[in-house]
């Protein structure tokens, strides 16, 4: 008997089954959420109005929910989408707003900031990856956000600000529950990174 015939079909059953892990991978939905932490931003007050600029070119699927990552096979091929109900571009303006509203401001979600907003947040660039490459004993996440914080003061921009937060894991599985933690502890983080040079800026006398 060959000495690799052992190893030829233990190479050969794990391709089979690397295959059919593919063929079996289906589309997941997982919830967009946010809860500010307990942080010690301080008590403010006066009135700010945040704004997104165009939202960043998310894709929608035949039943009207938001492409926001991918499911691929463990060399990182496409095998399903992760799905939202809700826009990425959204999902970060409610958390500025919730943020600023818990750091004792007054805030109003605009479409578009007034010519002479007296404090304005504009929201740009938004980039979110979100992949899952499924191998036979483990699962890869990797996870990027990355946005732009446009500061108005007086109807003037005054500065802009670059948040980027990041997430590279290995699990022995991806579950949806773990996907939904992620990208919560991401714009958590991309918050605490943020506001605090907000107020600073704003309250700057």
């Avoid at 991918?70 to 799905?83: E, P, T």
Wanted: aromatic residues 6%; neutral net charge.
């Amino acid at each position: 008997m060959n000495p690799r015939s052992p190893f030829l079909l233990f190479l050969g059953l794990i391709m089979v089954l690397s295959g059919l892990a593919g063929c079996a991978t289906v589309d997941q939905k997982i919830a967009l959420n946010y809860a500010p932490l307990d942080r010690p931003f301080g008590r403010y007050d006066g009135e700010i109005a945040v704004s997104l600029a165009a939202p960043p070119s998310t894709v929608q699927n035949s039943k009207g929910e938001w492409i926001i990552g991918s499911i691929n096979n463990v060399h990182g091929v496409h095998r399903a989408d992760l799905l939202s109900d809700r826009p990425l571009g959204e999902w970060i303006t409610d958390a500025m707003v919730l943020e600023l509203k818990h750091a004792g401001y007054t805030v109003t979600s605009a479409p578009s900031l007034p010519a002479a907003v007296s404090r304005g947040i504009l929201i740009t660039d938004i980039n979110v990856v979100l992949n899952v490459n499924k191998g036979l004993t483990s699962d890869q996440i990797k996870h990027e956000l990355t946005f732009n914080v446009e500061v108005f003061l007086k109807g003037a921009k005054v500065k802009t600000f670059t948040v980027d937060s990041r997430d590279n894991s290995t699990l022995l599985t991806a579950s949806r529950e773990t996907k939904e933690k992620i990208m919560l502890q991401s714009l958590q983080d991309a918050m605490q990174q943020i506001i605090p040079d907000i107020i600073a800026l704003i309250e700057k006398k």
